[in-house]
């Protein structure tokens, strides 16, 4: 069954450094998000992507944060300039539409990052 | 007002039993929604979607939704012990965004 899959699985860095976490999609899928969940807190939306560009982005999609699809299968999220407070895990998610039946999303396994 | 909001719980149900999961949303242009399932230090699990008013059957898992009320859930039937997860809601609002809930804790005790 296909799988959106996500690396690393676990990252640790130091505040202030650069982070790039990697997604491969779905094959056929068109839209791309990241969410992320602080341990014991909500899912939480930070972005959507589609035909090359951002649709839409959460509040806390600053400008620390960016995405690229840099070819025609991974899509990665970099964080500039790690905080302690962008401790979390980061998921990956795919649809092959954005609306009827066919707008499920699909996860990967996600990425854990930890800023000290 | 949250946009997605559930009882945390946790709900703890005996084996066998039906649990019964709550969900609100305040987008009242909201078209699609999900239920997730998530283990812990895992990743959401589609386990059903619901896209019109009524009720969803898939195995054990039934999804009611009413628009009217803005109110989604989910009943698992003969609860078993690795049904024990937290159980995420999720609604596409009309600008196409996912929102999730809290999520509810479920406990299936055996």
């Known amino acids: 069954e296909p799988e959106v899959t996500q690396t690393p699985s676990h990252q640790v860095t130091q505040m202030g450094q650069e982070v790039i976490l990697r997604c491969v999609p779905i094959s056929n899928h068109l839209y791309f998000y990241w969410y992320r969940q602080i341990l014991g807190q909500k899912v939480e939306f930070l972005v959507s992507?589609?035909?090359?560009?951002?649709?839409?982005k959460s509040e806390i999609f600053d400008d620390q944060f960016s995405v690229e699809r840099p070819d025609g299968s991974n899509f990665t999220l970099k964080i500039r300039s790690t905080k302690l407070e962008d401790s979390a895990m980061y998921f990956c998610a795919s649809s092959q539409w954005e609306g009827g039946n066919t707008g499920e999303l699909f996860f990967g396994e996600g990425s854990r990052l930890t800023v000290l | 007002q949250k946009e997605v909001e559930q009882n945390s719980g946790p709900l703890s149900v005996p084996e066998g039993a039906i649990a019964s999961l709550n969900c609100t949303y305040s987008?009242?242009?909201?078209?699609?929604f999900f239920w997730y399932r998530q283990y812990s230090g895992k990743s959401p699990e589609l386990i059903m979607s619901?896209?019109?008013?009524g009720d969803k059957e898939d195995g054990r898992f039934t999804a009611q939704l009413n628009k009217a009320s803005q109110y989604v859930s989910l009943l698992i039937r003969d609860s078993q012990p690795s049904d024990s997860a937290t159980y995420l809601c999720?609604?596409?609002?009309?600008?196409?965004?996912?929102?999730f809930g809290q999520g509810t804790e479920l406990s299936v005790k055996p």
């Open positions: 992507f589609y035909n090359n560009e951002i649709s839409e």
């Open positions: 619901i896209y019109s008013n």
């Open positions: 999720a609604v596409r609002n009309q600008g196409g965004k996912l929102i």
């Open positions: 987008d009242r242009g909201s078209q699609s």
